[in-house]
């Protein structure tokens, strides 16, 4: 589990980016919906999710520690150690993507590119030891995020020093446009982690499939955690679910890994009690060009052909 599962047998291979079916679909759509009061399922998930990373905690062997998540607790509500018993597994796919993250971003040279799919309550900026020169983008719900930074800056929740945090709402008419604005370059490696973000329908998972495509540089990797209905209401009667997630990442340029909950909770040196939790823990390669590189190729082709450099076009 040192290495990124599955990948380590095979070297990346670039598959030139075909003429994207996606490229107009840059905003997520489906992932729209107005967050207007303290009510709104999208905030109380996110607040669900705090309070599992609260109650991991303050186990007497945590698997990680998450000392901001209690700032977005209600007062009122007692920790609930079944309940975290009962939702283990998600806490071990957030000790895993942890893990992954920073492993894989100590290992980027110059300028580190992070990008966060969340529900808007990630504490990974803050808690996490961020390597010097780190950009990191979350995308989530705008209110709910605005209403997170609020408890963070109440509480003195400091991003490292030397690093960068920028914000993108989900809600975004352009969500690529929006990263690239905020200085998002797709010719620099990038890591990419989704956990949490509320994606409402199969095609908004495939317009977040096509975004992260269209900017990741071939050999940059996409983790995290598929939500149990995902696959459910896809996947046929014909098909396994590795094979349709195969079928799924590799039309848009993925080679995908299922990471299983029990491997990594051995790993861990911990047991994984038998108990039903059919979300989906994944690592993905990135296999193709982002757009940026493909632009640059073109470019560097359109210049060879001008001066009619025959070395060069050897070269490409």
């Not at 956990?195 to 096509?210: K, N, R």
């Not at 540089?217 to 009667?237: K, Q, R």
Request: hydrophobic share 40%; net charge negative.
């Amino acid at each position: 589990m040192d290495s990124l599962v599955g990948f380590a047998h095979a070297p990346a291979t670039a598959i030139l980016r075909p003429p994207s079916t996606c490229a107009s679909k840059k905003k997520i759509n489906g992932l729209r919906a107005k967050l207007s009061d303290d009510n709104d399922p999208l905030l109380q998930t996110a607040i669900n999710a705090a309070s599992l990373r609260f109650q991991e905690t303050h186990r007497p062997e945590p698997l990680f520690v998450d000392p901001y998540a209690g700032c977005f607790v209600p007062p009122d509500v007692q920790m609930d150690m079944r309940q975290c018993s009962h939702h283990y597994c998600q806490c071990l796919a957030t000790k895993y993507i942890d893990d992954k993250l920073l492993q894989t971003v100590n290992h980027i040279d110059g300028l580190k590119q992070v990008v966060l799919l969340t529900d808007g309550m990630d504490t990974r900026p803050y808690r996490l030891s961020w390597p010097t020169s780190s950009i990191i983008f979350d995308i989530s719900p705008d209110r709910v995020f605005k209403r997170a930074a609020e408890k963070l800056e109440g509480v003195g929740a400091k991003i490292p020093r030397k690093s960068l945090f920028l914000h993108v709402p989900m809600e975004s008419s352009d969500i690529q446009q929006s990263l690239c604005a905020k200085g998002f370059n797709g010719n620099q490696p990038s890591i990419w982690a989704i956990q949490g973000l509320p994606v409402m329908t199969f095609a908004s998972f495939e317009e977040v499939l096509c975004i992260v495509s269209n900017l990741a540089m071939n050999g940059c990797f996409f983790l995290g955690e598929l939500p149990a209905w995902l696959v459910e209401t896809e996947i046929g009667m014909k098909s396994s679910t590795r094979q349709w997630m195969d079928k799924l990442f590799m039309s848009n340029g993925f080679r995908v890994d299922m990471i299983s909950y029990e491997d990594v909770a051995r790993n861990l040196g911990k047991q994984l009690a038998s108990e039903q939790y059919k979300n989906i823990l994944f690592v993905a390669e990135q296999l193709r060009f982002s757009d940026d590189q493909m632009e640059t190729w073109r470019r560097e082709f359109q210049r060879v052909e001008d001066q009619g450099d025959e070395e060069g076009f050897e070269e490409l």
